[in-house]
């Protein structure tokens, strides 16, 4: 960042501290699901004495179980964490704040998905849980690996209810409207740390959205990186390169809650720089490659630092 960069930031007005409530919503989601993938200490311990091996530093894990049933569960549990990421930004652990604007598109797709995994696939998993027990105890015993089978390592039908659920709790956050229902002497004695708390939640809040940006942006750097005959240095880029950015843009629109003034720029900036700029375009051009990663590595630079 040059000199005259940072004499502006440096000249910029603290954003006024709003409440969070007035632009969004807080969603905590929690997700349980055995991982039926456990290490396996006596297969470790063969596996390194046939290699010559430290036996700490060699781990075999065995997968549990190889049922459909099971696919299912798991990937629409990365379908429910990925819903809160592409409609908000994280504000701790396992909370999320979801702007206004995308609350209600958010909640109708999050409880789809909930719906199916507290529903019909818990269900279908549980019914087929006995017999793909038996399989996996099959399987081992086929391939002469019976000693792998550990009958303890599965849970009980029964314990299965309690081990699998989603669940989202929608948190109302304080906003203007409800300052009232606070009593005036709680709210005097503890004015201080209201305004202590608004100000980390908005920062974290921000500080999300810029940990949010910059790796897609340094992906795209790195994968725009060719050499003089033409050929990637980092690999081939994915059809995604640009839309992922974007995605990000997008969101940093309804997520600058503190009304950044350097946020609202890198937003301009970026949309401004991938205008026009597609995947067929970067993928034949060799101007368009170089032109985009000299926009994007420019970008990289003025972000703010965060400890990166």
Same mark, same amino acid.
């Given at each position: 960042m040059?000199? @005259?960069n940072?004499n502006?930031? $440096?000249?910029?007005?603290?954003p006024?501290?709003?409440p !969070?409530?007035?632009? %969004? +919503?807080?969603?905590?989601?929690?997700?349980s699901?055995p991982? =039926?993938?456990r290490?396996d200490r006596?297969a470790?311990k063969?596996?390194?004495r046939? $290699?010559?091996?430290?036996?700490?530093?060699v781990?075999v894990?065995?997968?549990?179980?190889?049922?459909p049933?099971?696919d299912?569960? @798991?990937? +629409?549990?990365t379908?429910?964490?990925a819903?809160r990421k @592409?409609?908000? +930004?994280?504000?701790g /652990?396992n909370?999320?704040f979801?702007p206004?604007?995308?609350?209600?598109?958010?909640?109708n797709?999050?409880?789809?998905l909930l719906?199916q995994? $507290?529903? #019909?696939l818990?269900s279908e998993?549980?019914?087929?849980? *006995?017999g793909g027990?038996?399989q996996a105890?099959?399987?081992?015993e086929n391939?002469?690996?019976?000693?792998?089978?550990d *009958?303890?390592?599965?849970p009980?039908?029964?314990?299965?209810y309690s081990?699998?659920? #989603?669940? #989202?709790?929608?948190h109302e956050?304080?906003?203007?409207?409800?300052?009232?229902?606070i009593?005036?002497?709680a709210?005097?004695?503890l004015?201080d740390? &209201?305004a202590?708390n608004?100000t980390?939640?908005?920062?974290t809040?921000?500080n999300?959205v810029?940990?949010? !940006?910059?790796?897609?942006l340094?992906n795209?750097?790195?994968? !725009?990186?060719?050499?003089d005959?033409?050929?990637?240095?980092?690999g081939? &880029?994915?059809?995604t !390169?640009?839309d992922?950015?974007?995605?990000?843009v997008e969101?940093?629109? =309804?997520c600058?809650v503190?009304?950044?003034p350097?946020?609202e720029q890198?937003?301009v900036d970026?949309?401004?720089a991938l +205008? %026009?700029?597609?995947?067929d375009?970067l993928?034949?051009?060799?101007e368009?490659r170089?032109?985009?990663?000299? /926009?994007?590595d420019?970008?990289?630079? $003025?972000l703010?630092?965060?400890?990166f």
């Amino acid at each position: 960042m040059n000199a @005259t960069n940072i004499n502006t930031i $440096n000249t910029i007005t603290a954003p006024e501290v709003k409440p !969070l409530g007035d632009y %969004g +919503t807080c969603l905590e989601i929690h997700v349980s699901l055995p991982t =039926f993938t456990r290490k396996d200490r006596t297969a470790s311990k063969q596996v390194a004495r046939s $290699n010559n091996a430290n036996e700490k530093r060699v781990g075999v894990s065995k997968k549990l179980l190889d049922m459909p049933e099971l696919d299912a569960l @798991t990937q +629409t549990k990365t379908m429910i964490y990925a819903v809160r990421k @592409t409609f908000g +930004t994280t504000m701790g /652990e396992n909370k999320f704040f979801i702007p206004n604007i995308n609350i209600i598109e958010c909640k109708n797709e999050l409880d789809d998905l909930l719906n199916q995994y $507290n529903g #019909a696939l818990k269900s279908e998993f549980i019914r087929a849980y *006995p017999g793909g027990v038996q399989q996996a105890q099959l399987n081992a015993e086929n391939e002469g690996l019976g000693y792998l089978f550990d *009958p303890s390592q599965y849970p009980s039908v029964d314990s299965l209810y309690s081990k699998i659920g #989603a669940t #989202a709790c929608w948190h109302e956050l304080p906003s203007s409207g409800i300052i009232s229902d606070i009593h005036k002497q709680a709210q005097e004695s503890l004015r201080d740390e &209201f305004a202590k708390n608004a100000t980390r939640a908005q920062e974290t809040l921000m500080n999300g959205v810029w940990e949010r !940006l910059r790796e897609p942006l340094a992906n795209m750097s790195k994968r !725009l990186e060719y050499d003089d005959e033409g050929k990637p240095i980092n690999g081939h &880029f994915k059809g995604t !390169l640009v839309d992922n950015v974007l995605e990000i843009v997008e969101l940093m629109k =309804f997520c600058n809650v503190g009304n950044d003034p350097r946020m609202e720029q890198v937003r301009v900036d970026l949309k401004r720089a991938l +205008t %026009g700029v597609t995947y067929d375009g970067l993928k034949t051009s060799a101007e368009a490659r170089k032109r985009t990663k000299a /926009e994007v590595d420019k970008i990289i630079d $003025n972000l703010p630092s965060l400890g990166f």
